[in-house]
């Protein structure tokens, strides 16, 4: 077959795949990665989000496990549990023809069940740290024949506290193991990390200036705090977006605003991190087929999160940091579509949207709602008020008070010395 992933050396029946899903050329990331991975290096690889790194390490990996063998030959790991589910959609759509048996492991599923599954002898393993080294602890999975180990979203599997837990899974693999760093971002700690787990690993960075797709508008409005939930009504009722997912930065304000967001008529759900995976599920899964039309979350409950046509993002709290900001930009405008990031800001907090807007290099605009439109702020008239009807007589008391002496003055003139000092309180 002669076709742009053929010549990636990707074989014929994935390529077919990738074709029957009108994937017909390689995003950027995938042509300079999959190379590097179906030779066995250790790679290093950030671009934006929604531009395709799942299929760029998925591709490689899937094409060089054996099939004939019974043991675990690859493990991909991730933060958060929608994550892993999402990756293991792909990994069984491109698997199965191929005859690969891939099982997910993920915290807060239940281990009765995934032990049941674990008999089946998968060759794909994709999940969450603290599970896959709780079953290789309880002894009933075995990594000793993984050759190849893909870590998506890299600094957040290691900013959640789990660097102990892949050390310790990555002890107990082939030595001769490949081990890959996916990730939107790239903090400069994660160099450390490499150091000690990689060997001579390539760098795969595309367009590391331009952080944030450059087909998404970043708009930000300014409301007093008090104001936010009215402001972020007359937002939504104005964009009428089909569907937003809302950022907040405080897991303890999502009941309220779901409370509050639900009583002007919006259909809300919330997505916890703390809730069960069938819960989260069903949550999600609600979301993306459109029968509810908002979905609050947090930054670590929505990481990764893959919703191909989302048009709106809205920031109700501003990210903790630029990083945090691209990855909650990166769930608008995948692959190449349009999208929309709204921050809603206090005038305290203007100065995080330059600091943003500098170190991402993205406009962000300052936006204001005028007369049921969105418009540059810089449009709106400020508004002047007009003195009320009962206050148009009376006389403002700086005015007063220059009367008042110049009345007094005019009293003086002609009068004794000593009316004078009695006027003035001498006497």
């Known amino acids: 077959m002669n076709s742009s992933w053929s010549r990636l050396s990707i074989n014929d029946l994935l390529s077919e795949k990738l074709l029957e899903n009108g994937i017909t050329e390689p995003t950027p990331v995938q042509a300079l990665a999959i190379p590097a991975m179906l030779e066995g290096r250790d790679v290093v690889a950030h671009s934006q989000t929604g531009s395709g790194k799942t299929l760029a390490y998925l591709l490689p990996v899937l094409q060089r496990i054996d099939t004939a063998g019974k043991s675990v030959q690859a493990v991909v790991l991730a933060p958060t549990q929608e994550l892993a589910m999402q990756i293991v959609h792909v990994a069984k759509a491109y698997g199965e023809p191929l ?31 603290g599970r896959i080294r709780e079953l290789t602890a309880m002894r009933k999975l075995k990594l000793h024949e993984t050759k190849i180990v893909i870590i998506d ?12 837990e892949v050390e310790e899974l990555l002890q107990g693999m082939n030595r001769d193991r490949q081990i890959a760093f996916f990730s939107a971002t790239y903090p ?14 390539i760098h795969v960075a595309i367009e590391p200036q ?10 930000f409005l300014v409301s007093d705090k008090r104001d936010k939930v009215d402001t972020a009504r007359r937002l939504i009722r104005l964009l009428d977006p089909a569907s937003a997912l809302l950022f907040l930065n405080d897991t303890g304000m999502i009941a309220n605003w779901e409370s509050k967001l639900g009583y002007e008529g919006f259909s809300v759900e919330a997505l916890y991190g703390d809730a069960d995976k069938s819960k989260r599920a069903s949550t999600l899964t609600r ?11 947090t930054d670590v409950a929505a990481r990764g999160l893959d919703i191909p046509d989302l048009p709106l993002v809205i920031n109700l709290d501003p990210p903790v940091d630029a990083d945090h900001y691209v990855h909650r930009a990166g769930r608008t405008g995948r692959m190449g579509r349009p999208g929309t990031v709204l ?13 943003f807007s500098k170190q991402l290099g993205v406009d962000i605009q300052h936006m204001a709602m005028s007369y049921g439109k969105l418009v540059p ?20 008391p700086k005015k007063a008070a220059v009367k008042s002496a110049r009345t007094r003055d005019q009293k003086q003139k002609g009068a004794p010395k000593w009316l004078k000092a009695k006027r003035n309180g001498d006497i």
């Open 377 to 396: 702020a810089k449009e709106v008239r400020p508004t002047v008020r007009k003195p009320s009807p009962a206050s148009k007589g009376a006389i403002q």
């Open 153 to 164: 979203e890299v600094d957040q599997v290691f900013g959640l506290g789990s660097t102990r």
């Open 210 to 219: 331009q952080r944030v797709a450059a087909q998404v508008k970043h708009l």
């Open 188 to 201: 400069e700690a994660m160099a450390e990390m490499e150091k000690r787990l990689m060997t001579d690993p």
């Open 99 to 129: 005859g690969i048996r891939t099982q997910p492991l993920i915290g807060g599923a239940a281990l009765k069940r995934q032990l049941e599954k674990l008999k089946e002898h998968p060759l794909l393993v994709i999940g969450t740290p």
């Open 287 to 297: 979301f993306r087929s459109g029968g509810c039309r908002l979905l609050l979350a």
């Open 343 to 355: 921050t809603i800001v206090t005038m305290q907090e203007l100065f995080i949207m330059d600091k």
